[in-house]
């Protein structure tokens, strides 16, 4: 397979690699890619870095291919290769699929290989629609003349990987494999959660915090649906609807600013000890995981506070909020009837 990698970073493949990188640079100093560069942005810029020997790789591609004389050129080659196993039929979409490749550029490629005469375009006998892609006679004298270069690349190859202390080859393998787990976007996001989140505190309710507490819940109360009674009511009076009734409330600072909030108001229920509600966050800092800290330390207070389980009502349009309530342990329950006109979705979370 090692014949595979000289063309590997030629073909396209790289594309799939990384997305997210800063400055892209091409310039070469004496044949040798800028290291000096490499060591001061590290490996934020592996993509410009793959690009870059990508490009090194290109350049001596095109120079082997002219050596041995098969009529190819480098960036045919993966659709080429395609075509030679006989396995089956091949059409442009399971080309595509097979090298990874757009549509668009595979078409390209075969309207090139056509018009060197290295391929055939055949209606499907079993259905008139389908048209597959064949080697032509010429092809099939390239596919024998490229063995004593499969051969030569591949010796030369990995004479130059056993040089190394990590195998290329099996190293673009496994980052691959971990970019189809999760490509690298989510893993930035959640690495940048993970550092803002640091900055965010979670303290105890006083009245300083009052206007913050109300004011964040009727902007979210006010974004899906309208303000009831029963929410001026519990808004303008958190310490005698809920902290005097044994209830409790949290806030989320970021900088020392209010962004959310959350409080646990007491049941008088013979399955549930608390009511989880009054959960918001600004929407100008949603996306920093405050609300799944201010969940998970609500929770925690409850188990301090010696309760065995906990309720809240919602709404089925609020996928983001049920998808925070199910990452806490929270399950969907039988709808009950609610005070709230929006609730219509309610969830429990029986603790262990």
Known sequence: MTFALFYFLYSGFLDIILFYEYNYVTSYIKGYIMIDFFDKTGVMSIGTRLRMLSDRVTKESEKIFELYKVGLKPKWYPVFFVLCQKESVKTITGIAAQIGHSHPSVIKIIKEMSQAKLILEKKDKNDGRKTNIVLSKRGEEAALLIENQYTDTTKAIDKMLDQTSHNLWLAIEEFENLLDEKSTYPRIVEEKKLRESKKVKIVNYEAKYAQAYKSLNEEWINQYFEMEEKDRIS????????????????IALYENVPVGTCALIKMDHEKYDYELAKMAVDPKMQGKGIGQIVGEAIIDKAKELKATSLYLETNSILKPAISLYQKLGFKKIQWTSSPYARSNFNMELIFD
């Open 235 to 250: 808004l303008e009076n958190p310490k005698e609807y809920i902290l005097d009734k044994k209830g409790f409330i949290l």
